[in-house]
C-alpha cells in the first residue's frame, strides 16, 4: 500500500495554522483553544472513515479501525499535538499525521470496508510540559507513572492545578467521545495485554541525520534525564550604592553556577551527556536594583543513568560551593525525571531490514530528546522512526524537514504498521 502523499503534506500544513503565535512559530499548548481546534480537525478525519474513537479523562485520544477483531492485540502509532511556546511545525504533529495517514490507507485498502486486523492511532496529552513544567504528562497517566495525587501536585505558572484545568475546561469537540472521569484516574490506564506494538514517527530534532545525508533514523535508545529547580537567595540592595565588597548577589551566583555546570559536563569523555539551564526567573528583575533571588530549572540527560546521577551530583555540589562562597542561599529540589531506556531489538532488527530492502539511507541511532514513547516501551514493544531536521533545529520557529523524507518516513512508518499486523 501507498499513503497519499498530497493528503499527508496538506494535513501537516492545515494543522500549522492552529497556532497562538501566527508568523513566530507554532505555539499550541495542550487543553487550549488552538489544542482543540487541531484535534477537532483531526478527530473528523477519523469520523469520515468510520473510526471509533475513545478520550480518556487527562485527554489522551484513541483511535481505531472499525470492527477490530477481538483478543487480537493491536499495533498503535502516534505522538502529540502540543508544541512548546513559538515552537515548530512539525515536533509531535508529524507522528501524528503519519500515524492518521496510516489509517485513512489502510482503511481505503480494503474492498468492503472490514479490515481484518487491529490498528489504532494515539494522540498523548501534555506531551512538551508546557502548561505544568513535566513532560509527557498524558503518557505518564496511561503508564501509571502518575495517579491521583499528580493531579493536584502538577500546577501551571498561575498556580492551577492539572484536575482545576481538567474540571473547569470548556466545551471541546472531543467531549461526545470522553469515557471516564477525574475521579476514578486509574480508567487511565492502558491495558498493556492488549498491546503488541507501539510506533512514533519523529523529526530527529538534532543535527545528525540532515549532517550525515541520511533519510531515515531507527532508534535504538531513548535518553533519560534529571530536572532539578535551584533558588539562590542573596540580599537586594541598591544598583549605584552597593559597594562590589558588600554584595550578596543571587544573579551573579546564578550565571556562576550555570557556567560551573556546563564546564562539568563538558568533562564527558565521549561528549554525548548534555547539560541545560532553559528556565531562569530574577526577582525583583529592576535594572537598578541588586537582584534577590533567582530560580532556575537545570538538566541534565544521557542514556546511562549512572552518568546522569554522577554529573547531576558534581554540579549540585559545585553550585552549593559558589552559594556558600557569595554568601547566599541555596535551596534545590528534584523537579522530574525519566530512566534511559533500550527500544524494542525486535522491532530495531525488523525495521534496519526492511530499509536495507528498500534500500533506504539510514542509521541506528540514540535520541537525545523523550518521547511518549518512553512510557510505553516498558510495558509493550516499542519502536521510534526519525527523519532529518534541516540544520539540526527543533523547538524553534526555524524548524523544518524536506518533503521528500516526510513522505519517505510516513510511507516507512505504513509499512511497519502493516509488517506488524501481519507477523
Given amino acids: 500500500m501507498k499513503i497519499n502523499e498530497k493528503r499527508l503534506l496538506n494535513n501537516l500544513r492545515a494543522l500549522r495554522e492552529f497556532t497562538d503565535t501566527p508568523g513566530m512559530g507554532v505555539t499550541r499548548f495542550s487543553y487550549g483553544a488552538q489544542d482543540n481546534k487541531a484535534r477537532e480537525y483531526i478527530l473528523k478525519r477519523a469520523e469520515g472513515v468510520g473510526c471509533s474513537i475513545s478520550v480518556d479523562p487527562l485527554r489522551n485520544i484513541r483511535i481505531g479501525l472499525p470492527q477490530n477483531i477481538p483478543g487480537r492485540k493491536t499495533v498503535m502509532a502516534g505522538s502529540h499535538v502540543d508544541t512548546v511556546r513559538n515552537g515548530g511545525w512539525l515536533d509531535g504533529i508529524y507522528g501524528v499525521c503519519g500515524a492518521l495517514e496510516a489509517m485513512e490507507t489502510l482503511s481505503e485498502g480494503y474492498s468492503d470496508g472490514i479490515p481484518l486486523f487491529n490498528y489504532e492511532m494515539v494522540i498523548f496529552a501534555e506531551e512538551e510540559g508546557s502548561n505544568f513544567g513535566s513532560t509527557m504528562t498524558g503518557s505518564k497517566f496511561i503508564s501509571g507513572k502518575y495517579g491521583e495525587e499528580d493531579l493536584d501536585s502538577l500546577r501551571r505558572e498561575d498556580g492551577k492545578s492539572l484536575r482545576q484545568v481538567l474540571e473547569n475546561l ?114 525583583p528583575n529592576c535594572s537598578n536594583v541588586i537582584p534577590e533571588r ?93 527523519v532529518p531536521s534541516i540544520n539540526g533545529r527543533s523547538h524553534v520557529p526555524q524548524e523544518d524537514t524536506g518533503e521528500r523524507e516526510l513522505l519517505s518516513g510516513a510511507q516507512f512508518l505504513l509499512d511497519t504498521v502493516i509488517s506488524e499486523i501481519e507477523n
Fill in 170 to 283: 470548556p466545551q471541546r469537540y472531543e467531549d461526545r467521545y470522553l469515557s471516564g472521569n477525574l475521579s476514578d484516574i486509574a480508567h487511565t490506564r492502558w491495558d498493556f495485554s492488549k498491546i503488541k506494538t507501539m510506533l512514533e514517527l519523529h523529526i530527529e530534532q538534532g543535527p545528525i541525520l540532515d549532517r550525515e545525508g541520511l533519510s531515515l533514523g531507527i532508534v535504538e535508545s531513548i535518553f533519560g534525564m534529571r530536572v532539578i529547580e535551584v533558588t539562590l537567595t542573596g540580599v537586594g540592595n541598591h544598583a549605584g550604592a552597593t559597594p562590589m565588597s558588600e554584595r550578596y548577589d543571587a544573579m551573579c551566583a546564578a550565571a556562576e553556577s550555570v557556567l560551573e555546570a556546563e564546564s562539568v559536563v563538558r568533562g564527558d569523555s565521549d561528549r554525548r551527556t548534555v547539560v541545560t539551564v532553559g528556565r531562569m526567573e530574577v526577582y
Fill in 294 to 386: 533567582v530560580v532556575f530549572t537545570l538538566e541534565i540527560r544521557d542514556k546511562d543513568q549512572s552518568k546522569i546521577d554522577g554529573f547531576m551530583e558534581t554540579v549540585k555540589e559545585k553550585i552549593r560551593d559558589i552559594a556558600r562562597k557569595r554568601g547566599v542561599g541555596c535551596l534545590m529540589y528534584e523537579h522530574s525525571k525519566s530512566a534511559p531506556l533500550r527500544l524494542s531489538d525486535r522491532l530495531i532488527s525488523s525495521m534496519k531490514k526492511a530499509a536495507l530492502e528498500k534500500s533506504l539511507s539510514f542509521k541506528v541511532m540514540d535520541s537525545g530528546a523523550v518521547h511518549d514513547a518512553c512510557m510505553v516501551a516498558e510495558h509493550a514493544d516499542t519502536g521510534m522512526i526519525f
